[in-house]
T-cell receptor
Framework: DTGVSQNPRHKITKRGQNVTFRCDPI?????LYWYRQTLGQGPEFLTY????????KSRLLSDRFSAERPKGSFSTLEIQRTEQGDSAMYLC????????????????FGSGTQLSVL | GENVEQHPSTLSVQEGDSAVIKCTYS??????FPWYKQELGKGPQLIID?????GEKKDQRIAVTLNKTAKHFSLHITETQPEDSAVYFC??????????????FGAGTQVVVTP
């Protein structure tokens, strides 16, 4: 396992359709994060999991967005009734706080899923 | 909430020269400051980070400095090479529910290194 894996790499959909993205974190990492990045901007935090528990959600995450991490391993992000404003790169990151030094947490990102809503 | 501003938005340097990118943040409780490099079509790659108990950190050609009083931090790349060309992002975070991963990113700096 060489890194965070995201699928698909690209997704084109029509407005109103539902889409689902998958993230496979680095195997021993217990924390998993979703970010969204629009063109010319830095990534924006959406939500994060510690094991299977979703601990925080951004106000950016409308009720059309739902994320799951059922077994504490891979995660899915679903967008229902997509809108053109949902077009963005969806990034997943994972981390494992250092044993004995929990402040030493480093996020490692995947290559993202580029979503285009037509 | 935290607000991170990053300057400049674009930076063109000759190969071998130094590049400096500066960021300011607003939340005095922020205590973790990573820098990421993003190449076209790829996710951000962590290149260096610094925590608030340290003023400076260096890793080969890359260094980061932090001034907590002024709430700004900077990335320095020395002896730039064409492969340093990319978009660089600064970020800041503080502990939230025992995590430092809720990062607030700057808008990015496009660095172009010309041979």
């Amino acid at each position: 396992d060489t890194g965070v894996s995201q699928n698909p790499r690209h997704k084109i959909t029509k407005r109103g359709q539902n889409v689902t993205f998958r993230c496979d974190p680095i195997s021993e990492h217990n924390r998993l994060y979703w970010y969204r990045q629009t063109l010319g901007q830095g990534p924006e935090f959406l939500t994060y999991f510690q094991n299977e528990a979703q601990l925080e959600k951004s106000r950016l995450l409308s009720d059309r967005f739902s994320a799951e991490r059922p077994k504490g391993s891979f995660s899915t992000l679903e967008i229902q009734r997509t809108e053109q404003g949902d077009s963005a790169m969806y990034l997943c990151a994972s981390s494992l706080p250092e044993q004995g030094n929990p402040t030493n947490e480093k996020l490692l990102f995947g290559s993202g899923t580029q979503l285009s809503v037509l | 909430g935290e607000n991170v501003e990053q300057h400049p938005s674009t930076l063109s340097v000759q190969e071998g020269d130094s590049a400096v990118i500066k960021c300011t943040y607003s939340d005095s409780a922020s205590n973790y400051f990573p820098w990421y490099k993003q190449e076209l079509g790829k996710g951000p790659q962590l290149i260096i980070d610094i925590r608030s108990n340290v003023g400076e950190k260096k890793d080969q050609r890359i260094a980061v400095t932090l001034n907590k009083t002024a709430k700004h931090f900077s990335l320095h790349i020395t002896e730039t090479q064409p492969e340093d060309s990319a978009v660089y992002f600064c970020a800041a975070s503080r502990e939230v529910t025992d995590s430092w991963g809720k990062l607030q990113f700057g808008a990015g700096t496009q660095v172009v290194v010309t041979p």
